[in-house]
């Protein structure tokens, strides 16, 4: 079975500065997908990075990196430059071995003008 | 607007009725996917669609749960007798058969009094 955790419920981050979310999975495929996820208030959930387990290299999409940690399965999701429209609940999601994407329970991110 | 379409929006009903929500994905998108989000908890798997076959079905899914996807495009989800447990926000999402993103609607809110 698959597992994600996202121990910060809740983060703040000032505008234009950088945020790091935290995210733990366990999994027991040896191929497997990493993804976060946005979903601002009353609106559809969008993917912000998505990663292939059997990359090294970390993904980078403009503003958004991650930290892909594979021995220690951790996934973590760095913000730069944060901006107000980058506020919203986050998940950290993972999917191996079947269709069915297993999310963590999110991280609520403020960004303070 | 080309993307997810969930309709209703919101619902809703008294325990022990029946209903029904539709998902009307992305024209070329031939992979559907039914999810479940509680408040405070992060979105959980119902159920997969390729095309008209229904090829997952998760544990969660109780026998009150039916979902169809007749012709290979719009689906339905169904529930009947409703409890106060089955309140939630039912998000449909879909993608191609390629390892693409997954593109989620706004969600279906289902109350139950």
């Known amino acids: 079975a698959q597992t994600v955790t996202q121990s910060q419920p809740e983060m703040s981050v000032q505008e234009a500065e950088t945020v790091t979310l935290s995210c733990t999975y366990d999994?027991?495929?040896?191929?497997?997908?990493l993804f976060w996820y946005k979903q601002p208030p009353s609106r559809q959930m969008i993917l912000v990075i998505r990663q292939e387990a059997y990359k090294q290299q970390n993904a980078t999409e403009n503003r958004f990196s991650v930290n892909f940690q594979k021995a220690a399965k951790s996934f973590s999701l760095k913000i730069s430059d944060s901006q107000l429209g980058d506020a919203a609940m986050y998940f950290c999601a993972s999917q191996g071995g079947s269709e069915k994407l297993v999310f963590g329970k999110g991280t609520k991110l403020t960004v303070n003008p | 607007d080309t993307g997810v379409s969930q309709n209703p929006r919101h619902k809703i009903t008294k325990r022990g009725q029946n209903v029904t929500f539709r998902c009307d994905p992305i024209?070329?998108?031939?992979?559907l996917y039914w999810y479940r989000q509680t408040l405070g908890q992060g979105p959980e798997f119902l159920t997969y669609f390729q095309n008209e076959a229904q090829l997952e079905k998760s544990r969660l899914l109780s026998d009150r749960f039916s979902a169809e996807r007749p012709k290979g495009s719009f689906s339905t989800l169904e529930i009947q007798r409703t409890e106060q447990g089955d309140s939630a926000m039912y998000l449909c999402a879909s993608r191609t058969d390629s390892a693409g993103e997954l593109f989620f609607g706004e969600g279906s809110r289902l109350t139950v009094l």
């Open positions: 024209s070329e998108h031939n992979r």
């Open positions: 999994t027991s495929e040896s191929d497997y997908y």
